[in-house]
């Protein structure tokens, strides 16, 4: 919750940005992943295709939350008339989406890890 609290801090929309853009390039990679090469055989190349599309959904309504709390953001900063409350919502929507997509990105990493660790 400390990343959510600090949103105001100076340096917090340069973390805010810059974790962002750790999104957007782990989605283009997870992207490249999914897209097999004109080469091989589309048979097999993705076992679990269900899990693959479900992540890669996940991160593009991560993406799309912090890309319109972004717009909102903005027009407010240029004086467009748009109501300070839902800048704000939607930079929280965007903020916790991001905190619960960190969550499950450890919960995977931690999962790998012990599978790594198991003997065969």
Known sequence: MSGISSIGAGGGIQQIMAMRQQI????????????PDP???A????PAGGFTDALKSA?????????????LSQAYE??????V???????QEAGVAFEATLQVR????T??????????
Request: glycine letters at 8%; charged letters at 25%; zero cysteines.
């Open 106 to 109: 450890n919960k995977l990493l």
């Open 39 to 41: 080469g091989t055989s």
């Open 111 to 120: 999962a790998y890890q012990d599978i790594m660790r198991m003997g065969v």
């Open 24 to 35: 957007i390039d782990r989605s283009n990679l997870l992207q490249q992943i999914r897209t």
């Open 85 to 91: 409350a839902k800048v704000m919502l939607a930079r």
């Open 59 to 71: 991160l593009e309504t991560v993406n799309a939350s912090q890309t319109k709390a972004e717009g």
């Open 43 to 46: 048979e097999g190349s993705t």
């Open 78 to 83: 240029k004086g467009e008339t748009v109501d």
